[in-house]
């Protein structure tokens, strides 16, 4: 099956920045929308941002002016870099993506806690 592995979280204070990866397998990203997802604690996932295989992006409201979705197509890793990080930007997140069949999947996410 399909392999999607999420590093890079970690703790940072209010303000800084943070670079996360996620390594799909095969050649997923040249073929499917991918997404990040936040699960804020005590919350379920949430949208965060979005990345077509032709590259058009889109953020949600609270992170649009903060946080960048790319990916490199050669060595297969979809990237979510985040700037001027807040505490309620805190919690696990994951990389996603749907397929034809309208299955989803999901890796087994990274976690991020901003806090001073």
């Known amino acids: 099956q399909v392999q999607l592995v999420e590093s890079g979280g970690g703790p940072v204070q209010p303000g800084g920045s943070l670079r996360l990866s996620c390594a799909a397998s095969?050649?997923?990203?040249?073929?499917?929308?991918m997404n990040w997802y936040l699960q804020p604690p005590g919350k379920q996932r949430e949208l965060v941002a979005t990345i077509t295989a032709s590259g058009l992006t889109n953020y949600s409201d609270s992170v649009k002016d903060r946080f960048t979705i790319s990916k490199d197509f050669v060595e297969n890793i979809l990237y979510l870099q985040m700037g001027s990080l807040k505490p309620e930007d805190s919690g696990f997140y994951y990389c996603?993506?749907?397929?034809?069949?309208?299955?989803?999947?999901w890796g087994q996410g990274t976690q991020v806690t901003v806090s001073s």
């Open positions: 996603n993506y749907r397929d034809r069949r309208l299955r989803n999947y």
């Open positions: 095969g050649s997923i990203l040249n073929l499917y929308t």
